[in-house]
């Protein structure tokens, strides 16, 4: 029977969710349909919050005060009651599945959410300061409306669990990193997962047969080896700040950049966090984290349109150095994945990221890589030995998917 999973993805001031349809699994053929979608902004601030859902009857937008998370909740219940679909119909709901950011060491699958896992994801902030207390706070409030129901946490890391030591370890001293908990960890794992399966079904195969880099470039980017359907290597590390350069991260960086601006600049830890992680990269080089501003930039005159050339230069020279390093790692490669809002949609940056790597065996066609008609696509060249595709990502479903063998295994 077709069953019905509430998504949630709780930001600090906000909260995502989609009503998910998921198939069983038998039906291999059918997709997981969206029934409703919306997003609740600026929770708990003096403004009045603002929600958007979308559902059969359209978009409903409203304005009103929302204390906390719980009300947040609460008030995406009513918009289900008064505009549909309604959450009891059709039996109801089968779960509701939470994305949560940082997982650690300690939570390699999904879990089914107790007071303890509370407690456990709650312990896990320090590594994610910015996210898990945010996810709990989701967490607590829709168990509070939905208390009948099974909830499950799912994690950016998980997927990741399964990188060998030598790609996890961090060359610090071992009693430090064990007490601090410093070790790579990787994100992006929903998507980076949903996305080498999907490839491997284009490829008529088994992802246990196949290896593939998966690139997740979004305004959040990440990069991931997946050997035989298990993550081996990937770019980000304790934090989402390591691997690829980002909207407005800057990706890897000589660690003593940070003690020269201590002491040359005077600059205090959180100044230099917020240079790093919302001041640099893209944002920070051409004064946009919207590659479309980039571009734009780019094909102009002056000194932007040097530093946007100089970024976006920047940008696919970092890619290139991850597709070289995974390749060998994987020792062979059967395809390239592009997704997220960067890799799904921009033709250049797919262009120029593998310019060059036809001795790798990695050719594009120029035209299939234009051709926007299908989101869904391959772009490689009859004669590239490693295909290459376009694959829209869908980390919503995947939660859905993975709630559902946590409550219905």
């Not at 898990?132 to 509070?144: C, F, Q, S, T, W």
């Not at 990221?353 to 391959?378: C, F, H, K, T």
Request: with cysteine; charged share 20%; proline share 4%.
């Amino acid at each position: 029977m077709t069953r019905r999973v509430l998504v949630i993805n709780s930001g600090s001031s906000s909260i995502k969710y989609q009503l998910i349809a998921v198939p069983p699994t038998e039906d291999g053929e059918k997709e997981n349909e969206v029934l409703a979608s919306g997003l609740v902004e600026r929770i708990g601030e003096i403004r009045d919050g603002r929600l958007r859902h979308d559902g059969p009857s359209g978009r409903v937008t409203r304005e009103m005060p929302i204390a906390d998370h719980k009300a947040g909740v609460g008030a995406v219940l009513k918009l289900f009651e008064e505009v549909g679909p309604s959450l009891e119909a059709n039996g109801g709901l089968a779960g509701v599945g939470h994305r949560v950011v940082q997982g650690g060491d300690r939570f390699t699958q999904p879990a089914l959410i107790t007071d303890d896992v509370v407690s456990r994801i709650d312990h896990l902030s320090p590594l994610a300061p910015l996210h898990n207390p945010a996810n709990v706070a989701g967490i607590e409030a829709a168990r509070e409306v939905f208390p009948e129901v099974g909830h499950v946490a799912v994690f950016d890391t998980a997927f990741h669990s399964t990188l060998p030591p030598a790609a996890y370890t961090y060359a610090i001293d071992r009693e430090i990193a064990s007490k601090y908990g410093i070790r790579r960890y990787g994100f992006h794992g929903t998507s980076h997962g949903y996305v080498a399966r999907r490839t491997a079904q284009l490829l008529g195969k088994d992802p246990s047969e196949v290896n593939i880099i998966v690139m997740h470039l979004g305004n959040g980017a990440s990069i991931t080896a997946v050997r035989g359907g298990l993550s081996v290597d990937t770019s980000m590390g304790l934090t989402p700040l390591e691997g690829l350069m980002m909207g407005s991260r800057s990706g890897n960086i000589d660690p003593a950049v940070i003690f020269h601006l201590q002491r040359v600049a005077g600059m205090t830890t959180d100044q230099i966090d917020t240079l790093l992680n919302r001041k640099s990269g893209m944002l920070g080089m051409t004064g946009s984290n919207d590659m479309r501003d980039v571009h734009e930039m780019a094909a102009g005159d002056g000194e932007d349109a040097f530093d946007a050339q100089l970024a976006l230069e920047v940008y696919c020279h970092r890619l290139q150095h991850y597709i070289g390093a995974y390749y060998a790692q994987l020792g062979r490669l059967d395809a390239i994945a592009f997704t997220a809002g960067v890799g799904e949609n921009d033709t250049w940056v797919r262009e120029n990221s593998l310019a060059g790597l036809g001795q790798m065996g990695i050719q594009i066609d120029a035209q299939r890589n234009a051709d926007r008609s299908q989101p869904e696509r391959e772009i490689s060249a009859d004669d590239s030995t490693v295909r290459v595709f376009v694959v829209p990502t869908d980390e919503e479903s995947e939660i859905a998917r993975q709630t559902l063998d946590v409550l219905f295994p």
